[in-house]
């Protein structure tokens, strides 16, 4: 865990050890596990063949056959047949970062980016590049190899901005020495990483199909935040007494964007839009939460270079925002791609369909997405220098 006043300026490490940012995959889990210990083996076993129980219906039959979990220390830890369910969301965080108190804590009990994106990639060569070719997920759902695409390209784009992270120590030592060359320089690799990012984003169209993503994988990844199938939540049975609202897995739980979006100062601060964001970084694993938060207690980048009469440090700023400004530009045209055009057809196709063209448009984190993409979009562009 952070606390308060930890210093950046003192290098990389503390962003590596304290913030549980890997040097090598950022944000991502460096090395996941394919394999549990007992009682989560068979949890396991079920996940690696999630798309054939479903697709025969043998899913629940699965769960109804696990031994009673006992989890010391959690609430309901003694639950029985379909409550497996609930009790393995609540364990989920405490299994994935080895019992840390914080964490389990933390974590909330639904699938999220962290677990379907972060947390759920492997090499084939063990001694081969962290590239597409040679990766893998390890559990996914039915369509395909739909889910193997949207999670690694997403995956892809982490790395691609690792580089990015990296320079961050760098700027505020840059800022704190006056050191203007130093800052101009990790400028540029913060846009560079940035665009590269945008360069494998563009993967997506080589390996998800749109009508796959919508009508298969999008079910499973949705939530039970405004959600209109569930308009009171989920109830988590045999661990809390009333329904919960839990957002699903959304690529706004990556703290990517917003790490950048803090760093140059991009402020959300109005409307749904900073909420949704906000409460997005619940979702984010409590470490990575603190890094942000940890970000927005430095001295302001935009401030430092706005107060410089230096036409090269502002033109290099402004390139890193006009960097995130394309590749939310992007998110917008993947998501009329990827769901506002399968959603009017299915619409045309289904004339009788009780579902509003606006439910069908929910992101899996409960949100319009393309009022809220917009929305971000434009106030990014309001911080162009």
Known sequence: MAHEGTSLEKGSCKIFEEFHVDSQVGFA???????????????????????????TD??????????????EGLPGHRCQRLAHLALSYITMAYVWNKGDEDVRKGMPPILIYADCVLANWKKKDPNGPMTYENMDILFSFPGGDCSKGFFLVSLLVELAAVPAIKVIPTIYLAMEQEDNTTLQ?????????LDKALEVFRQIHDYVDSNLFYNVLRIYLSGWSNNPKLPDGLLYEGVYDTPKEYAGGSAAQSSLFQCFDVLLGIQHKEGESSAFLQNMRTYMPPAHRNFLHSLESKPSLRSFIKSKNNATLKESYNKCVAAMV??????????VKYIITPSRQKSKQNQTSETSEEEENKGTGGTNLMDFLKTVKKRTEDFLL
């Not at 394999?35 to 697709?55: F, M």
């Not at 394309?326 to 998501?335: A, E, K, P, Q, T």
């Open 29 to 55: 889990l460096p090395n996941p596990l394919e394999e549990l210990p007992c009682p989560y083996s068979k949890w396991i076993d079920i996940a690696k063949n999630l798309p054939t129980l479903i697709d």
């Open 58 to 71: 043998q899913l629940r039959g699965k769960v109804e056959e696990l031994p009673e979990l006992d989890i």
């Open 185 to 193: 320089k990790a400028l540029c690799e913060i846009k560079t990483s």
């Open 326 to 335: 394309n590749l939310r530009n992007y998110h917008l045209s993947i998501v």
